[in-house]
Structures are given as C-alpha cells and as structure tokens.
C-alpha cells in the first residue's frame, strides 16, 4: 500500500505508511483525504496536510478546549470557528455548557467526519445543545447578534480558505461578541518551523486584546517540538491560569482527560526562551 | 542531492533532504554519518537515527545539563557518559565546575564532532576542567573511585553500544558514586511513541533512587511529541524543582540560554496524563 507524505514544511517530510485510503476528493474549498494509517488509524488530510488522527486528536483537542473552558469561570456559551471533524466539539460538550455553535466553511468535512471518524466526533454532532452552520466563519463573528464565553478557532493554516481568519478584523469582530470575560484561543503552529507566523499572529492579537498568553502543547503527528496556541481576552486572565487557580476550577467540573490537567495547564504557558522571543518576550503584555 | 530518512518509528518516517554528506562511515560500535541537511544544518547520524543537529541541538543539551545543575545546590563535579558530540560538556563546561569527566565508548564520534560540528562542541574538548575518557562508561561507574554531584547519561536508544546503560546494576553503581545529593539524569525518548521503554526505565530507576520524577522537552528532530528524561536522585528533590526553588539556584550562577529558563525547568515536569500513567502515576515515587 501507499504512504501519505505530508509536506507542510520543506526540510523535514512526514511519511505515513497506511493501510488504506478511504475518502480522496476535492470539495468546494479544499482537497481532502480520510487514510487508514499504520501507526495513527485514520487521519484527516486537507490540502495535503495531517489535520487530526484517531491516535493523538486527544492531544489537541484537549488543549484547545480545556484551556479555555477552565481558564474562563463559567463558560455557558461557546462558538468554535473550523473544527469540522467534531473533535473540539465532542470536548466542549463533556462540560455543562448550554450552547455550542460550530461554524465550519466545509460541510464536506463534517460529512466525512460523520461517515469515516466516529472515533473523533463520537455523537457530537447529535447532541440537542450543539448547532451545526456550514459558513464562513469570519463572516457569522461579524454578523452574529449572539454573543459567547468561549471562542474557539479550529482552523487549518493561514492559507486557502482559512486566511479571512487570521486578520485584525477578524479579532476585532470576535472581541465585540465576547463577554467581559471572554475569551478565543486559536492554534498557530510549530513555534520551531513556523516562528514568523507565530509572531505575526501575536503581534495582530496584542493590537485587539487586552491580554495575549501563549501555551504549548506537543502532538507527534505536528512535526516541528512545540505546537503554539495563542489565549486572548479583554481582561487580564493571568491570575486564573495558576496551577492553583486552575485546580480550583477543575475541581468544580472535573473530567477524565487523557492529556489535559490542571498541573499541565498552568505550566503549559511557561515558554522556552526562543519561543518567548517570538511571542515580544515572556508574559509581556503590549498596549 | 540525496534525502537521509530516519526509521527509528515504524509507522512514521521523516525525511531530510540534504546539501551533502559529509562522513559515513562504520565505527568499531556503529555505523555514523554526518550530513548537512538543508533545515537543520549539520545533523550527526548514528545506527540511522538522528542524534543532535546544528539548528535545534539546544534544546536537548540545555535541558539535560541545567536541569540537573539547576536542581544540585552546588554541583561542582560532573560525570557524562556518552555525549560524544560534546553539546552537553559544552553547556556543563558554562557553570562554575571544578571537574567534568566525559566517557565515550567511540572515539570516532568525538573525532568526527571535533571536525564537523565545531557549532556544537565548540572549544569544549579544549577547556582544562574536561577529562575525556575513550572508554565503556558502564565499567567507568563500576571501577572508578572518584564521586560526582551529576551524571549526565547522553546515551543513544537502549540499542547497539548503549544496552548496558540500561540496567539495574549500572543504577547501582552510579548511585555509589554518586553524593548523597547527587542526581542522574537521562533521555528515555518520545513518551508517545516510546512508551513502554520510558516505562521500563522509570521502573528500573525507582527500584534503586529514592526520588525519580520525568521532565519533558519538545525537539524538533525527535518526533513524537514530548521526549522524556528521568530526573534521579538518592534524596527528594521535588522541593528544589518548583519554580521559586529554581529560579533562586538560576540567580545564583545565571546563564543565557535559548531554551531554558527556570520557569520552563519547574514546568518541565508537569505531565500530561497519559505520561504520568506510563511512569505509574503523576508525581508517585515507590520504595
């Protein structure tokens, strides 16, 4: 059988030997593939990309929610931007929230997650508090009347269909339908192959939000030491992102994790020295 | 130019297209290259897996020195087993040591980073404080007669030369000669994909250290997320790795880095709960 090598960064190639490819399609935005890997299961492939695999979506997945959902003091109310293979979704909803909107460009993502990748979406997309909108998702921050605790932007790289997400109008769009309190994280890449991005996306944040943190997770299947995640909110949060602040919040709703505590949490923001670099230096905060 | 792919990771393959190879050749231990690869600058080979690169060799040497040396209130003479690319005596050289004796089993490999990784071993094998052994560094800790406040064990893969570094009685005999506030440290590769072997490694640890607790870094040419170093010590020193504890120690005898900080060294020991689980519970120590 074939492999899949991911090209995403020259200089350092991925190959995947697979057992199988189950799904290879162009849709309206995007070439997709679902394959059946050797060491990862299924994997999800846009653009010639690994966006997610059964093996380690929980790294990610985890992250992206769990941060925010325990950062914030009681989110009720959460938008995901992307996310089409319910991953995030399926996270958000293990915690008492009364809504969760997910606004995904592709509805052939979400299509292909429902037929090939239960093991990530589980019933996700059945459950009575999530809303399903196939659109753009720069366009329902700007439009929206809603507001939410939690925005949680899920998306592929800046490029193709993603790159509307990634301006400063976008932010500012997103911070008006954001509580006090509120809060978006996003994923912005390798700190070590994709360095410029990272600082552009922090620089862009900083202009709009009051208050920028970068956490780190690591997800063997994005190459490249840490993968980065920028947390932005209108008010200081660094106070409730503590080990001991964030325990407490745990404690009120814990969860069974695989990857995610609160240990991990609070330590997750302690960046190494050249990705703090990038980030205009650890913990600054600009404005 | 041809590509180097590294095959340590059934199932997952990275390939490095290179400028040219600069050295392959067979040693009396193992087979070795050094090829200049077109993003990670030179990178050291050895049985085929990648051992240190030009572009991303600090994160690894950092953290394996300065953990340790953070951690040791006062660490003035230092054993390094392995390490014959000389990162590691290159970083412990940076502190206040008296003593820093490096046993290599291949002399080939100094000889081979004396001449092609001058960026990685600088002038280190010049400093007069290092005593380098060509020799079995199994037998050096059984025979030698001297003690030391810290064994760096820069080893490859328990594969090949490195096997009796793994067991039981090399433990033993590094504790004998190690002081009573003494510390090992060593790598035990991706916890995600290298789990059973980080599992292995703690076990055998705790059956002769008191305190044994994994710190985690994120390099960029080790794939598979997190790579793992168990921290090992005859006394308890998870009091000495809290944030407040290491930056006092980093004040003391300050260094700039490019990974490392005392933030990043507390946080490094934060697991994430699949990790904890292969060490047998986060922060549990037996015996």
Redesign the interface.
Known sequence: MADF?EKL?????????LRRRLLARKTRFQSMQVVD????GRMLVLDDIVETTEA?E??YHEMMTHVPMYTHPNPKRVLIIGGGDGGVLREVLRHPVERAVMVEIDGAVVDAAKKYLRKICGRAFKDPRAELVIGDGAAYVRDTADSFDVVIVDSTDPLGPSMPLFGKEFYRNAARIMGRQGLLVRQTG?A??QGPELAAAVKHARQVFDCVEVF?S????Y????FTHPLMGMTDFTKRITAAAVRRSFERRPLK?????P??H?????????I?ALCGG?RRRTK
Chains 1, 2 share one sequence.
Do not use: I
Not at 266 to 274: C, K, Q
């Open positions: 090598t960064h020259a200089g350092m190639r991925t190959k995947y030997p890997t050797v060491r990862f380690d929980f790294v390798s070590f192959m780190l690591a997800v063997p299947t190459v490249g030491g840490h994790t695989r990857y995610y505590n240990e991990v609070a330590a997750a923001f302690a960046l190494p020295e050249y703090g650890p």
